[in-house]
């Protein structure tokens, strides 16, 4: 559940679905580490996760999210989404 504006600067308190935007991602990630490939450590299932991120009014005006297989969540300014402004990481 989201409660809270995804900017780490912001952190306004969601209260009605109505204002902002939110950010829905479906993750699916595979632990395979550097070592995995000697001991044939291929056969994991991966792991699905469906996360949800809100942008406050104020934020959404100006801001969008991406989120990077390496580097995870990024606010990005709207109109200039090859900008970085800030990273997040998702917890
Ligand atoms: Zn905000």
Known sequence: MVT???N????????SFAEGRFFHFDIV????SAGDASTGGFDEQPQR???DYWLCGD???????VLEPVRGLKLVPLGNASAVSKSLTAD
């Open 29 to 32: 990630s595979v632990s395979v």
């Open 59 to 65: 934020c959404s005006a100006s801001l969008s999210l």
């Open 4 to 6: 809270n504006c995804a």
């Open 49 to 51: 996760q469906n996360i």
């Open 8 to 15: 780490p600067g912001c952190k306004s308190t969601l209260r």
